[in-house]
């Protein structure tokens, strides 16, 4: 039973350097998703704005309007969640 304990003491910090370097990748990441936030801000306004142009051309059908509004709606989800976790 002592010699398990021993192995264990002795193979821990072994896995905490493992997960460690996880967790330095990951925040890697997570800070050029922070440097490029304006970027990624930019380019779904863009997407917005050009949905947006769509629905005010005249002469769309129904079904037209309703196919656009379909792509808007996952960005304005997306919104909400955001907004819920930021108020």
Do not use: F, W
């Amino acid at each position: 039973m002592m010699r398990i304990l021993i192995l264990i003491i002795m193979l821990l910090p072994c896995s905490l350097g493992m997960y460690a370097s996880a967790i330095d990748s990951l925040l890697s990441v997570l800070d050029k998703t922070i440097v490029m936030r304006r970027q990624y801000e930019e380019e779904k306004e863009r997407y917005i704005s050009l949905i947006k142009d769509e629905l005010k051309q005249g002469r769309l059908t129904d079904m037209e309007r309703y196919l656009i509004q379909n792509r808007l709606l996952p960005n304005i989800i997306l919104i909400l969640v955001i907004l819920h976790y930021i108020i």
